[in-house]
């Protein structure tokens, strides 16, 4: 076998910009009225791993651990009124403090203003806190790379027509959309935060640079890709990336991503 036979990961430029490097496990809590959701995302694959290897602690809770009525109520009509139901703040702020104070429920259910001795509050001082909805920012690149530098987060998955306007303002630090498109609920959003994020916490995608060697990292889509066999059913691999010349095949990739961005996304490249 020649050198230009083996597939060989391209060097990256990419850890310039900064691969995150987080001492302990990084912690992630999920708000949710599906907790169910997350259970089989969060036990396969990378995600499991690095749950298991001390690289993520993922902690999902019921919203409705916050309710105080016996119906588990999280929604109710919106002022002034209209179609479909709001989810209440009430719900949201408890839940929230009792998250961030590392408190279980029964310290903050129900309670009108903070936990005695609450470090984190409504409104004060609080871990990031993303809150997923269309009416966020657009999860890129960039914002996974930067809460993937924070030892925590707290993401907040909204249902119904709406959240009550107080916990965009008091809970959320961040607002994030998946894109523009309306989903159900939040959780697919948080699950694909999740994996954007935790796939750049060191050792988690076992070739460290790899990363950041991909769509959307220096602002261009990513190349193609070919490995073995060389030749299938007369589809032949590039010659060039056989040749074992790596001048011409950095060249190739580069011009290939080019091509490809100026045909799907010429946005990215300003035009
Ligand atoms: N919830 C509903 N739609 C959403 C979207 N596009 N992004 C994030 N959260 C959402």
Do not use: K
């Not at 990084?26 to 036990?43: E, Y």
């Not at 009509?77 to 179609?83: D, E, H, T």
């Not at 990363?211 to 589809?235: I, M, V």
Request: with cysteine.
């Amino acid at each position: 076998m020649s050198a230009g036979d083996s597939p060989e990961p391209a060097a990256s430029a990419r850890e310039a910009a900064g691969t995150p490097s987080p001492s302990a496990a990084m912690r992630i809590d999920v708000l949710t009225i599906f907790p169910d959701w997350f259970a089989g995302p969060a036990d396969v694959s990378l995600l499991g791993r690095a749950a298991s290897d001390g690289t993520l602690d993922l902690r999902v809770h019921d919203l409705r651990d916050w309710t105080t009525d016996r119906h588990r109520s999280v929604d109710d009509a919106p002022y002034g009124g209209g179609a479909g139901m709001v989810m209440r703040p009430d719900v949201w702020f408890a839940a929230a403090e009792s998250v961030w104070n590392d408190l279980p429920p029964a310290a903050t259910v129900g309670r009108d203003g903070p936990p005695p001795g609450a470090a984190h509050t409504v409104g004060g001082e609080r871990p990031r806190t993303v809150l997923l909805t269309p009416r966020g920012m657009p999860l890129t690149q960039r914002l996974a790379a930067e809460l993937a530098a924070e030892p925590r987060l707290v993401l907040c998955c909204g249902r119904y027509e709406g959240i009550d306007e107080r916990v965009h303002e008091q809970v959320a630090t961040d607002e994030v959309s998946l894109g523009d498109f309306v989903l159900l609920g939040g959780e697919v959003a948080a699950a694909a935060l999740v994996e954007a994020v935790v796939r750049l916490l060191p050792g988690v995608v076992g070739n460290e640079a790899s990363p950041w060697d991909e769509s959307f990292s220096d602002g261009l889509l990513e190349y193609p890709h070919y490995t073995r066999p060389a030749r299938l059913r007369g589809l032949d691999v590039p010659e060039v990336l056989r040749s074992g010349d790596h001048g011409r095949v950095a060249a190739w990739r580069a011009e290939q991503a080019e091509l490809l961005t100026r045909r799907r996304r010429p946005d990215l490249l300003g035009g």
